[in-house]
T-cell receptor, first 114, second 115 residues
């Protein structure tokens, strides 16, 4: 089985401050991990993914995420938040070699306050 | 470059009416295709996926069906809509293969309201 948890429904951060959106996962086998962003009434946009290799993954719009195998986490981070980063963020996981499809978390609404 | 289209963008249908949502992808060949439903602006539920023409896998038993008549065309249908079918329907594609490594690219979505 595979699952992903985003423990925070809502994250508020002031513009210019660092932001973190949390994600933990559970898979049997090695995970492939993804982050997506969704703006209101739009489709999801791919931000970044971890497949293998360096634990720190850099993605679009200045976002990065750190894979931590011991803590089964893949938190999304950005050093300095912008108001335009306000959106709904989804973490997703799939177990390598599994016949399962991608499993999405429930989403975290990020609000960056000016 | 690759693009994905969905239409219509919005749809209001009465209960019991049929449904047809269309998704097409340009600029790639033999993509994997997916239909998701997003209720209440939150979690995504995978409805169907397809790894090739005529190959459809259903993730959730329900009132809906999917077809893939052409390589880059994916259609979501229903013979009789239910109130619970309301939601935001998203189509997505990814590169071919079943490794799971490929990210998915999403269309703009269709907002369906069943009255």
């Amino acid at each position: 089985a595979q699952s992903v948890a985003q423990p925070e429904d809502q994250v508020n951060v002031a513009e210019g401050n660092p932001l973190t959106v949390k994600c933990t996962y559970s898979v049997s086998g090695n995970p492939y991990l993804f982050w997506y962003v969704q703006y209101p009434n739009r489709g999801l946009q791919f931000l970044l993914k971890y497949i293998t290799g360096d634990n720190l993954v850099k993605g679009s719009y200045g976002f990065e995420a750190e894979f931590n195998k011991s803590q089964t986490s893949f938190h999304l981070k950005k050093p300095s938040a912008l108001v335009s980063d306000s959106a709904l963020y989804f973490c997703a996981v799939i177990s390598s070699g599994s016949a399962r499809q991608l499993t999405f978390g429930s989403g975290t609404q990020l609000t960056v306050l000016p | 470059s690759q693009t994905i289209h969905q239409w219509p963008a919005t749809l209001v249908q009465p209960v019991g009416s049929p449904l047809s949502l269309e998704c097409t992808v340009e600029g790639t060949s033999n993509p994997n295709l997916y239909w998701y439903r997003q209720a209440a602006g939150r979690g995504l539920q995978l409805l169907f996926y397809s790894v090739g023409i005529g190959q459809i896998s259903s993730e959730v038993p329900q009132n809906l069906s999917a077809s893939r008549p052409q390589d880059r065309q994916f259609i979501l249908s229903s013979k009789k809509l239910l109130l619970s079918d309301s939601g935001f329907y998203l189509c997505a594609w990814s590169g071919p293969g079943t490794s799971g490594r490929n990210e998915q690219f999403f269309g703009p979505g269709t907002r369906l309201t069943v009255l």
